[in-house]
């Protein structure tokens, strides 16, 4: 029986192409193509790994502080060696290195305990400042009862949860074990568009998320629910605290109001 299937060699250009990027990606092993002066090599060499390491030090400034020069580039290099980006968008790298360090990166005698929550946490002031979220204002009352209505979160506003305190970590501090409690914190964009954080507690983390899962639940049905779980002897006590947690949270503009 003949053999019809058609049998194409990749084209030399294309091999080229394919054997320029390797080598720009690991040039310690990976030999450049044939025919082109290392002195231009060296150009693109450069241009590819400054590029992208300086788009990482400058959206990861506290772990970046946490290497040395050495650690740092060589790690840089493992990404740049691994990882497969998934987007041409340089504003999107943090995010890429993000998931290198949480699905490819073998972790080294080097790194901070704690070293993907804190990425985590760096990445998410890149992630806000840059989001298009739209708050839908028209379907918002600024001056709405937050008791007797459905309080509003602002989607620019981000109630995160962590192991290690991520917020103080630096060179100077870096807990090997993550304490007895967590950290919980909400990022949030204000109004003039700069990022601030919040640190808040466990029952305010829990209200945050029962606003957003209770879509149509007023303000004080939520927080007599947390009453329930906190089995609080006295409801109105935590119904009061949790109206001046409420507010709190509105002055910051991480409430927006409530649903019309």
């Known amino acids: 029986m003949a053999d019809n299937s058609i049998r194409t060699e990749t084209p030399t250009f294309i091999k080229t192409q394919m054997q320029f990027s390797q080598h720009i990606r690991d040039p310690e092993n990976v030999a450049p193509p044939s025919g ?32 040395s020069a050495a650690h740092w580039h060589k790690m840089i290099r493992d990404f740049f060696i691994k990882h497969r980006c998934q987007t041409p968008y340089f504003l999107q790298i943090s995010e890429e ?99 601030q954080f919040m640190e808040i507690n466990a029952v305010t983390a829990q209200l945050l998320h029962l606003i957003n899962q209770s879509a149509n639940a007023t303000g004080k049905e939520i927080l007599l629910q947390i009453a329930e779980m906190l089995n609080a002897a006295d409801h109105e006590m935590i119904v009061n605290a949790g109206l001046a947690s409420l507010q709190q949270l509105q002055a910051r503009g991480i409430i927006l109001g409530t649903s019309r």
């Open 36 to 67: 082109i002066e290392d002195r231009r090599m060296n150009i693109y060499r450069d241009l590819f790994y400054n590029n992208v390491e300086g788009f990482i030090a400058s959206g990861f400034p506290v772990i970046r502080s946490i290497y």
């Open 97 to 195: 290195f993000l998931s290198y360090l949480q699905n490819e990166r073998t972790p080294q005698a080097e790194d901070p305990t704690g070293l993907i929550e804190l990425a985590h946490y760096e990445w998410v002031e890149l992630a806000l400042s840059i989001s298009t979220d739209d708050c839908h204002l028209k379907q918002i009352n600024p001056n709405g009862d937050l008791l007797e209505q459905h309080p509003i979160i602002s989607p620019l506003a981000w109630s995160l949860a962590y192991t290690f305190p991520v917020h103080r970590m630096s060179p100077d501090f870096l807990p090997t074990q993550p304490p007895e409690q967590a950290t919980y914190l909400i990022v949030y964009r204000d109004r003039l568009d700069d990022i």
